[in-house]
């Protein structure tokens, strides 16, 4: 069945490097979305890429969309303690009755030392 | 605040007992996704409802059923519970109808401890 990989599972840096994570589909996504999930928290929705090859940027996160729509990234530049969290990407798997569940990858979890 | 309330937001029981978990959405959202995440692991999505109706299964044990309500609201009822249900249960919703896949609105979850 379709999955969504996410690597590396956890990542450490210190305060000011930067950070990125990556995404891969084993099918082609319609499109991705991606989600922060504070310590404790719940997961909250960041971004949503649909087109070949986009690239977005929110501040210091800048996110891309693969030419081929099956991978994805999310790099953060200059981290900051309030960067601390899990990144879910996620896409949807099309059934039968024409339904887009949304399947998360296992997420990278960041822990930024200051 | 994501507009998603989830009740109860801790429960302990034991094993073999069946639990209720709820979920109101936000207002004017007719989708209901219901995800398992277990100790540091992604989340598991296990079900949506549509305007009342089962729109897609994912890996839901036979053990655990779901429904949405007239009103929209939706339960999670997990029966014969075992240690390995232990697990934070993310309700979420969405504006569109199931094949947007728009953005998802989570719930803070529900905490399910099974001694």
């Known amino acids: 069945g379709q999955q969504v990989m996410q690597i590396p599972q956890y990542q450490h840096v210190q305060e000011g490097e930067d950070f990125t994570t990556y995404c891969n589909s084993s099918t082609t996504l319609s499109n991705i979305q991606w989600y922060k999930q504070r310590p404790g928290g719940h997961p909250v929705f960041l971004i949503q890429l649909v087109k070949s090859g986009e690239v977005k940027k929110q501040k210091r996160l800048t996110f891309q969309f693969g030419e081929a729509k099956k991978n994805s990234s999310l790099h953060i530049t200059a981290t900051q303690t309030t960067d601390v969290g899990t990144y879910f990407c996620a896409g949807p798997l099309w059934g039968s009755s024409n339904t887009g569940k949304l399947i998360f990858g296992q997420g990278t979890t960041l822990q930024v030392k200051p | 605040d994501s507009g998603v309330t989830q009740t109860p937001k801790h429960l302990i029981t034991a094993t073999g007992q069946r639990v209720t978990l709820r979920c109101s959405p936000r207002s004017g959202d007719l989708s209901v996704y219901w995800y398992q995440q277990s100790l540091d692991q992604g989340l598991q999505f296990l079900i949506q409802y549509y305007n009342g109706e089962e729109r897609a299964k994912g890996n839901i044990l036979e053990r655990f059923s779901a429904q949405q309500f007239p009103d929209l609201h939706s339960e999670l009822n997990l029966s014969s519970l075992e240690l390995g249900d232990s697990a934070l249960y993310f309700c979420?919703?969405?504006?569109?109808?199931?094949?947007?896949?728009?953005?998802?609105?989570f719930g803070e979850g529900s905490r399910l401890t099974v001694l």
């Open positions: 979420a919703s969405s504006v569109g109808d199931p094949r947007s896949t728009g953005e998802l609105f």
